[in-house]
């Protein structure tokens, strides 16, 4: 990582904000291995649905993993990302400064009023991904209906996370176990978990300033709830969906796709 040069709108230049985009990913893939497949199901459903050019809402988007991913595979379509959390902003501003297919939002997702602040009224498509676990599930139903309104007549909303059957739990402590026993050997490999990867944002002279303000905003880690899918079907189908279900499912993860 390299030191701070000057500042533009936020956006300090002269960082590697492709390295810093590398070392998320990796962070991410030490819980998530079969993090890459979500995404592709979920952009093959966003393109089977609303189209090759599709106005997306990158929800919770911290560095904009999703938006990076969209266009890619999709460079016709327009994102806005909208996140709380300053030092992975300043990642997602950073990578995508000059880009005029994206725009970033500050915006706190508790906060009734949050809609106000974007660009446009409505969108062909919300995803989100590994972010509303941090909700407990009443400001979650509250948010999925906000959600509603945004999406357009025949739009989607997919959220890809942790959604956890209790139903089950012989398969979710098994599940449980193999997966701390891969991140365990992943550690000896070298990879970062999410609290040394903070420790290492905390050092570095572009982001010690978000990183700190980011702790004062969240602390260590939010203690949401994570509700089994058929939860959140039914949820969102309450708050005006027509559909919703899985269309993809790990055996910790569900993606799970609502249409309008």
Excluded at 108 to 130: E, F, G, M, N, Q
Excluded at 210 to 233: C, K, L, Q, V
Aim: with cysteine; proline share 6%; charged share 25%.
């Amino acid at each position: 990582m390299t030191d701070a040069q000057t500042t533009t709108n936020g956006v300090t230049a002269g960082a590697d904000w492709a390295a810093w985009q590398r070392s998320w990913d990796r962070q991410q893939e030490w819980y998530m291995p079969d993090r890459e497949e979500r995404f592709r199901i979920m952009l093959d459903m966003v393109e089977g649905l609303v189209g090759p050019a599709p106005r997306v809402l990158d929800l919770a988007c911290g560095t904009g993993t999703i938006t990076a991913r969209l266009l890619a595979r999709l460079p016709g379509a327009t994102s806005t990302g909208v996140d709380l959390d300053p030092a992975l902003l300043a990642i997602a501003e950073g990578t995508f400064d000059g880009d005029d297919r994206v725009t970033f939002v500050t915006a706190d997702l508790k906060d009734p009023d949050w809609p106000a602040r974007l660009p446009y009224d409505a969108y062909d498509a919300v995803l989100t991904a590994t972010a509303l676990h941090w909700l407990h599930s009443e400001p979650l139903a509250a948010l999925y209906g906000q959600v509603a309104e945004l999406v357009r007549d025949g739009g989607v909303f997919m959220n890809a996370d942790h959604m956890i059957d209790d139903t089950t739990p012989r398969i979710n402590a098994a599940e449980r176990a193999q997966r701390h026993a891969r991140m365990d050997q992943a550690r000896a490999d070298g990879v970062l978990d999410w609290a040394e990867w903070w420790q290492f944002a905390a050092k570095d002279p572009v982001l010690a300033g978000p990183t700190a303000r980011r702790f004062e905003i969240y602390g260590e880690h939010a203690d949401g709830d994570m509700p089994a899918a058929s939860w959140h079907a039914r949820v969102l189908l309450e708050q005006g969906f027509s559909e919703a279900r899985p269309v993809w499912a790990s055996p910790s993860d569900t993606l799970l796709l609502a249409l309008k």
